[in-house]
């Protein structure tokens, strides 16, 4: 039997503790499985738009609703020259 990779972050863990898989999930949602496996490792950071379909997507195949906060670690870096740049 094929063992499951763990993954550190919250997306990775949702998915292997409720056995969803990467194929399934991405199909579902409208993304790519190569995509969704680069979020799952934390190697990029998802726009809003992909967080809010993963989300719906999640909630339809565990059938209930799952908030995005549950699956992103939902902290935002400001670039510092932007709000100086739009403070004015």
Do not use: C, N
Request: aromatic share 10%.
């Amino acid at each position: 039997m094929k063992r499951r990779r763990a993954y550190d972050t919250p997306l990775g863990h949702f998915m292997q503790a409720h056995r969803i898989g990467t194929a399934t999930l991405a199909r579902i949602a409208g993304i790519s499985s190569s995509h969704l496996r680069d979020l799952q490792r934390g190697g990029s950071e998802p726009t809003r738009l992909v967080m809010i379909w993963l989300a719906e997507a999640v909630s339809y195949e565990v059938g209930w609703k799952v908030e995005v906060a549950e699956l992103f670690d939902l902290i935002f870096h400001f670039d510092r020259r932007r709000l100086v740049r739009w403070s004015r």
